[in-house]
């Protein structure tokens, strides 16, 4: 089983950055591909971006350009780094990983911009 807890969301003014952190309890975590989500007010949990265990990443169309996704294996924490963030951008952000065919999720972290 994955623990995954997410922190460093936060109100922030639009054109502004905050940088996510996803901690993962275990000791695989290296072996594992990590994702940020996240969901807005009436609308449906969404992909974010992706890392690969390899480091390879992947960014939907909305924030290619203005995020960057880490890992720290080190650490067992995966981040989300968001600028110039816009209001379009305010949600629940939620850390995931999947092993041995089930999902895990954090709790997930209020990401607001006032605009």
């Known amino acids: 089983q994955v623990q995954l807890v997410e922190s460093g969301g936060g109100l922030v003014q639009a054109g502004g950055s905050l940088r996510l952190s996803c901690a993962a309890s275990?000791?695989?975590?290296?072996?594992?591909?990590m994702g940020w989500y996240r969901q807005a007010p009436g609308k449906q949990r969404e992909l974010v971006a992706v890392?690969?265990?390899?480091?390879?990443?992947t960014y939907a169309d909305s924030v290619k350009g203005r995020s960057t996704i880490s890992r720290d294996n080190a650490k067992n924490t995966v981040y989300l780094q968001m600028n110039t963030l816009m209001a379009e951008d305010t949600a629940v952000y939620y850390c995931?990983?999947?092993?041995?065919?089930?999902?895990?999720w954090g709790q997930g972290t209020q990401v607001t911009v006032s605009s």
């Open positions: 995931n990983t999947q092993t041995l065919g089930q999902h895990y």
């Open positions: 275990g000791n695989a975590f290296r072996l594992y591909a």
């Open positions: 890392i690969s265990e390899f480091g390879r990443t």
